[in-house]
């Protein structure tokens, strides 16, 4: 197993238009989250999947944001109608249980809306 | 307003030297803290971590130091090495919640 690993890397879209970001987690890890970054900041958090349950979220994820663990595997961050404020790095991490906060962390999709 | 607060932007030290790392938070009720480490163009790492019961835990050269009562956190790294250089982020987590909440991070830079 590789660790954690987030697609693309990279994504520059326009003003307005609807963008995807996928994760994969550490295969044995139930727990997977979402976080934000933006430049001079520490991640913040977004939302928490615990196998395909979202058991909490941020009052950062506005309406135009969803996420989705459909089988407990891989997740997916949508974000409709991008906003320039939502230009930042988007870090997918996991873990393996209950209360372990030492998450192992995906090199992150940098975002960048035009 | 913020609920961790890393006050340092950066912090240079000497190779060999001692190396601290800053971190104060507001909430009493936290009761889970953690340092990560990030290089660029990477995500955070975690480095090491601390509950609440405990006020000291040791990992090799780096130890973090919890004072409940000013509500402080420190992270020491003996001796530091050029390959410390990174962003460190302290982390602090509640229980009965999976978020954490993070600092703003702090640039160490090792000089050989």
């Known amino acids: 197993d590789t660790g954690v690993s987030q697609n693309p890397r990279h994504k520059i879209t326009k003003r307005g238009q609807n963008v995807t970001f996928r994760c994969d987690p550490i295969?044995?890890?139930?727990?997977l989250y979402w976080y934000r970054q933006t430049l001079g900041q520490g991640p913040e958090f977004l939302t928490y999947?615990?196998?395909?349950?979202?058991?909490?979220k941020s009052r950062l994820l506005s309406d135009r944001f969803s996420a989705e663990r459909p089988k407990g595997s891989f997740s997916t961050l949508e974000i409709q109608r991008t906003e320039q404020g939502d230009s930042a790095m988007y870090l997918c991490?996991?873990?393996?249980?209950?209360?372990?906060?030492?998450?192992?962390f995906g090199s992150g999709t940098r975002l960048t809306v035009v | 307003d913020q609920q961790v607060k890393q006050n340092s932007p950066s912090l240079s030290v000497q190779e060999g030297r001692i190396s601290i790392l800053n971190c104060d938070y507001t909430?009493?009720?936290?009761?889970?803290f953690l340092w990560y480490k990030k290089y660029p163009a990477e995500g955070p790492t975690f480095l090491i971590s601390?509950?609440?019961?405990?006020d000291k835990n040791e990992d090799g050269r780096f130890t973090v130091f919890l004072n409940k009562s000013a509500k402080h956190l420190s992270l020491h790294i003996v001796p530091s090495q050029p390959g410390d250089s990174a962003v460190y982020f302290c982390?602090?987590?509640?229980?009965?919640?999976?978020?954490?909440?993070f600092g703003k991070g702090t640039k160490l830079t090792v000089n050989p």
């Open positions: 295969s044995e890890h139930n727990r």
């Open positions: 999947f615990q196998n395909e349950a979202q058991l909490e």
């Open positions: 601390i509950s609440s019961i405990k």
């Open positions: 982390a602090i987590g509640q229980g009965g919640s999976e978020k954490l909440v």
């Open positions: 909430n009493s009720m936290f009761d889970y």
């Open positions: 991490a996991s873990s393996p249980g209950w209360g372990n906060y030492g998450y192992t």
